[in-house]
Every structure is written in C-alpha cells, then in structure tokens.
C-alpha cells in the first residue's frame, strides 16, 4: 500500500517507498536514508580509504573507480549515529539502484565502506563489543 507522506528532497519516491515497505517508520526514514549518484556514492563508500589509494593529485585509483562504477547511477545510502558521540556516522550502507555482480556472478544488493586498519566496521571496533551469542533465559 503507497502512503502520501511528505518527502524530503533528499529521498527519490521509490528509495523511500522501499523503506516504507519494510515498515520503517517514515520519521526514522527521512532522518537516516538520503538519495545519492554520480560520484557521492564514492564519497561516502570510499572516504575512509588510506592515502595510497589515491593519486597524487587526490583522485581515486583506477581499481576502486572501476570496482565502484556502477554506484554513479544512484541508489540510497542509509547511516545513523555513533552511539558513544552522538555524532553522525560515517559507517552506512549503500543500496544501489543497478547492484554490480561478484566473481561467482551473484548480485551484490548492498555495498559497504571496505574494511582496512584505517576503517574499522563497527562489528571490529574496539570501542564497543557487540555480543554474537544467543542469550538463553
């Protein structure tokens, strides 16, 4: 069922009828989802890389602008808070709008930030642990 909510600019009619879909609240979806393409997908995909991965003069090496081409042609990016600041988080989650395929030639539906030693995913970070094990009652 399609609801008229008011969108914000930010969020093209489909991305934020997809979230709805899921039964995501509308607030939740305009505070945390935002529509991206051409090379924002990059920025935000691809701001934690180290320097070696860039050019001398700042621009992204070939190997990532290839792997990552397909992003340009938008798709949304959804990101929350750092729950120990309460700042903005870099960490999120791109859903592409044409996803790319991997070596087996499965699609990949989601892309993330790679992880390096410059760029933790919050699963490695040490600032917080997150318990994996099931709690028995």
């Known amino acids: 069922m399609k609801q008229d909510l008011h969108l914000t600019p930010t969020i093209h009619p489909q991305h934020f009828q997809e979230w709805l879909d899921s039964a995501v609240d509308p607030d939740l979806i305009r505070l945390n989802v935002l529509s991206i393409d051409g090379t924002d997908p990059l920025?935000?995909?691809l701001i934690a890389l180290p320097p070696k991965?860039?050019?001398?003069?700042?621009?992204?090496?070939?190997?990532?602008?290839?792997?990552?081409?397909?992003?340009?042609?938008?798709?949304?990016?959804?990101?929350?808070?750092?729950?120990?600041?309460?700042?903005?988080?870099?960490w999120g989650c791109f859903k592409p709008d044409q996803p790319r395929r991997n070596k087996k030639g499965k699609l990949?539906?989601?892309?993330?930030?790679?992880?390096?030693?410059?760029?933790?995913?919050?699963?490695?970070?040490?600032?917080?642990?997150?318990?994996?094990?099931?709690?028995?009652?």
């Open 43 to 45: 920025e935000y995909l």
């Open 53 to 90: 991965e860039r050019r001398n003069d700042g621009r992204l090496r070939t190997q990532w602008l290839k792997k990552y081409a397909h992003t340009e042609l938008g798709g949304w990016w959804c990101s929350g808070i750092d729950l120990l600041t309460g700042d903005d988080s870099l």
């Open 108 to 137: 990949i539906k989601y892309e993330h930030p790679p992880v390096s030693r410059w760029w933790k995913s919050p699963r490695q970070s040490k600032r917080f642990s997150i318990s994996t094990k099931r709690r028995t009652r």
